[in-house]
């Protein structure tokens, strides 16, 4: 509808705009439901960010460029013209951006200080399980063996499991990894 208003107005370079309010929380009595939410924004995707180790002195970085955009400590970003101007200063400061999926987050400079203050590793849970420091009794393989009897021939070519195939079904590991078919023969 807003597309066809759109179209019959005279003037060719228009650009809309969509601004997004803070999201609204859930009611209480649906606890169930906002686990669930928070447990998914935790999630999130593997995105291509970059890792951030935020250096000692960030606090007084941004609130120098914050001064001197006329900003203080405790202020709020009332046009859409300074947040940008702060954001794109603390970037070539820094040269970490925030990125497009949190821009709406950051509505003062104390949340702009916390973003900035907390480091990001771009680490999955498995490679960070692989740096850990284990017990002596657990063992992280990243690389898994599989039977195949035509390469294994330890044992002959013989499985502990006989009448077990081994299937592959993941795109990626089909080039990796050979899968087989077992013989199952009527006893």
Excluded at 9 to 36: E, G, H
Excluded at 53 to 74: R, V, Y
Excluded at 137 to 163: C, I, W
Aim: positive net charge; aromatic residues 10%; proline residues 7%.
């Amino acid at each position: 509808m807003l597309r066809n208003v759109l179209q019959k107005l005279p003037c060719k370079n228009l650009q809309v705009i969509t601004v997004r309010y803070k999201q609204k929380k859930f009611p209480k009595a649906d606890k169930k439901l906002q686990a669930a939410a928070e447990s998914l924004a935790a999630r999130g995707f593997l995105r291509p960010t970059k890792p951030w180790d935020p250096p000692a002195n960030i606090e007084e970085t941004i609130t120098k460029i914050c001064a001197s955009k006329g900003l203080n400590a405790d202020s709020e970003f009332d046009a859409l013209e300074t947040k940008f101007a702060v954001l794109k200063a603390c970037f070539e400061e820094t040269g970490y951006d925030v990125p497009n999926s949190l821009i709406h987050t950051i509505e003062s400079v104390a949340e702009l200080k916390e973003f900035y203050n907390t480091p990001v590793d771009k680490a999955t849970p498995f490679e960070v399980l692989q740096r850990m420091e284990l017990p002596k009794n657990l063992h992280v393989q990243s690389d898994y063996v599989r039977f195949h009897p035509e390469k294994d021939t330890m044992f002959g070519g013989l499985s502990a499991y006989p009448k077990s195939s081994t299937i592959v079904s993941g795109l990626k590991t089909r080039k990796k990894y050979e899968g087989y078919t077992a013989k199952r023969s009527w006893p």
